[in-house]
């Protein structure tokens, strides 16, 4: 029998087990020189026969092979990597095929695996990328048409370049040509898992100096795509906007996710195995058990209340697999108010039923709830009476639409209001997608007949003082995004002044701030990053060639177009992060100029 064995992408230890016993079995083996570890061969047994390939043409390796195995021996024929990708191995087989000769293969782990474990990176997280192409630059062996680099390149997912290092320039042009950017992340992965493996990073622009700087010519792939440095969706459901459209911004410094606490053994074990269900879908999972039953993955603690006193407020949700008392107890002395408070669940050890204990409209502890009951086949148990009685919750409603709510305590008379049957008002200068039961849909001049309403406006100059309802339940939309420019070293001081000034002229509140966006040349600036911080909004990066590409008038400055490429940085940044419209021009003081864009919206309605 002839065995086509995969070796790994480079360390000896990464062959399969079945792969090195059978290397101790066999009487023959022809390894591929040029890339398979040596090393390998120690497995060998005495006297076994071994072959370099790299230095045989085919015809000489088949008859090595079929003279063999006639003979009765058991031959190896190892390839680098997965037999699969690149092996040249169909030749092979169709050749012992034509002589009678019966073969196996057997997998092995391929460098493209082995240079995700080096890049310590996941090729498909969720609503980045999903896909991995995995291609070559067309050399010496022809591509088809179909598949050449700039029509796979047209996919911009994560892409796996083999046997291409020798063309960086064309593979550059190629991606360029397709959805990748200049700015979009590359990465060189050169001997993968072994001694020597080296990465270098970098972005698509940058991939020839890269390749030419750390003289790498040989033996190594191209990683390109945003999944190398992204922020990506860490929860489809309260993150689902924010993921795709601020994809490259630099995140907010916040810890998020779910952390799992667990207090028995079976309830550990379900803590182990949510966790994992949990990251599968993306989502982040930090768990945690008592001493005496920690698990592989799971953390010990020692001291609950020390362990929520770490967590609170840096989890957006607890949950507890144990009894309602022993949450309730544990997060009582932490809880702030709704506002802020993380939402907190608990469900028993055999995964029965889950309870939606705190926060369950603004926390989202209701939607987590019902989110992992379904996950595991639990019963979701809610006692939220809008809930329960499927009726319209304007904090819901709020939280979804990325709404913020003046008065938090207005949201209850509007509940109320509903649950009692009566109609409740909306006033809106954005459209809505539908309306729900119970809300009906006015004009500024029907606003007064209705004792309650919900206002929903653009603040600006028109903001009336008077509030349009006799009980009225204000929101308003974070949708302005800030163009920056500004001189190095401006302080945030400065900057917010700034901001606060521009804002002002317009009575806009800078709470309405989704984001500030900028050139990367700025990406270290300290007062911008400071000053999104204090917004706690992203801040938003783009190149000088994204920004060119922005369509419209703008007011250009040869000085700063010779200096970063573009002559205006805040209004095209501005309206590239926003996709919407100028509301505030290019202002300009002491270094530092400002725009403002307002995204169109359309707000969805949710029961
Ligand atoms: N069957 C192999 C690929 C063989 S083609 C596999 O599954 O990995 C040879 C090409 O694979 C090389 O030119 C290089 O692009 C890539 N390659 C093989 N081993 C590698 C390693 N350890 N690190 C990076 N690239 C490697």
């Not at 379900?270 to 799971?298: H, M, S």
Request: aromatic letters at 6%.
């Amino acid at each position: 029998m002839v065995y086509f064995v995969g070796a790994g992408p480079g360390a000896v230890d990464l062959v399969t087990v079945r792969g090195r016993d059978l290397l101790s079995c066999a009487d023959v083996i022809i390894y591929a020189g040029s890339l398979v570890n040596q090393e390998l061969l120690h497995y060998a047994k005495r006297g076994c026969e071994i072959y370099n390939s790299a230095k045989m043409y085919l015809e000489e390796i088949v008859d090595v092979m079929v003279k063999a195995e006639k003979e009765g021996k058991l031959v190896v024929r190892l390839h680098t990597g997965d037999p699969s990708l690149y092996g040249a191995i169909k030749e092979q087989m169709d050749l012992l095929e034509g002589a009678g000769i019966p073969y196996e293969v057997c997998p092995g782990v391929s460098s493209f695996c082995g240079a995700a474990a080096a890049l310590k990176q996941e090729y498909t997280l969720p609503s980045v990328s999903q896909s991995v192409i995995i291609t070559r630059m067309e050399g010496q062996t022809t591509v088809p048409e179909q598949e050449t680099l700039h029509k796979l390149a047209e996919h911009g997912c994560t892409m796996v370049l083999f046997l291409s290092m020798g063309l960086t320039e064309q593979v550059k042009q190629e991606l360029l040509s397709g959805a990748y950017r200049e700015s979009t992340p590359c990465a060189i992965v050169y001997k993968a898992t072994w001694q020597d493996e080296k990465v270098v990073r970098g972005t698509v622009g940058q991939l020839p100096e890269m390749a030419k700087k750390h003289q790498i010519t040989k033996t190594a792939l191209i990683i390109v795509g945003d999944v190398l440095e992204s922020d990506y969706e860490l929860s489809k459901l309260y993150d689902a906007g924010f993921s795709t459209e601020f994809r490259k911004a630099i995140p907010k410094q916040q810890e998020q996710g779910i952390a799992i606490l667990s207090f028995t053994e079976q309830g550990t074990i379900k803590n182990q195995k949510l966790a994992n269900q949990l990251k599968e879908e993306g989502i982040l999972c930090d768990t945690y058990t008592v001493e005496k039953y920690q698990r592989p993955g799971v953390q010990a603690f020692q001291s609950l209340p020390k362990l929520i006193g770490d967590i609170f407020g840096k989890k957006n949700v607890l949950l507890f697999i144990g009894a309602t008392g022993i949450a309730v107890r544990a997060v009582a002395p932490f809880l702030k108010g709704k506002e802020t408070d993380p939402a907190v669940l608990v469900m028993d050890e055999a995964g029965n039923h889950i309870i939606s204990l705190l926060s369950g409209h603004l926390g989202g502890a209701n939607e987590w709830c019902k989110k992992i009951a379904g996950l595991i086949g639990a019963e979701a148990i809610i006692t939220t009476a809008t809930d329960i009685r499927r009726i319209f919750a304007v904090d819901v409603f709020a939280k979804k639409n990325n709404l913020i709510i003046k008065n938090l305590e207005s949201c209850k008379e509007v509940s109320a209001c509903l649950l009692s049957g009566k109609q409740v008002a909306i006033l809106s200068d954005y459209k809505l997608e539908t309306i729900p039961k119970g809300v009906v849909l006015v004009s500024k001049e029907e606003a007064g007949q209705y004792p309650c309403g919900i206002y929903i406006h653009r603040e600006g100059q028109e903001r009336k003082e008077k509030l349009p309802f006799p009980m009225t339940c204000e929101l308003l939309l974070k949708n302005l995004y800030v163009g920056i420019g500004c001189k190095k070293g401006k302080s945030r001081e400065e900057l917010l002044l700034f901001l606060e000034e521009c804002l002002g002229s317009l009575k806009i509140s800078k709470e309405r701030v989704a984001m500030v966006a900028s050139i990367d040349y700025k990406a270290e600036e300290e007062g911008i990053c400071a000053l999104a911080k204090e917004l706690d909004v992203p801040f938003m990066v783009f190149t000088a060639e994204e920004l060119l590409e922005v369509e419209g008038e703008f007011q250009e400055s040869m000085f700063v177009k010779e200096k970063v490429g573009v002559g205006n940085v805040c209004e095209r940044a501005a309206i590239l992060a926003s996709k919407g419209t100028l509301i505030i021009k290019k202002t300009c003081k002491e270094g530092m100029t400002f725009a403002l864009a307002e995204k169109e919206m359309t707000l969805q309605c949710c029961m």
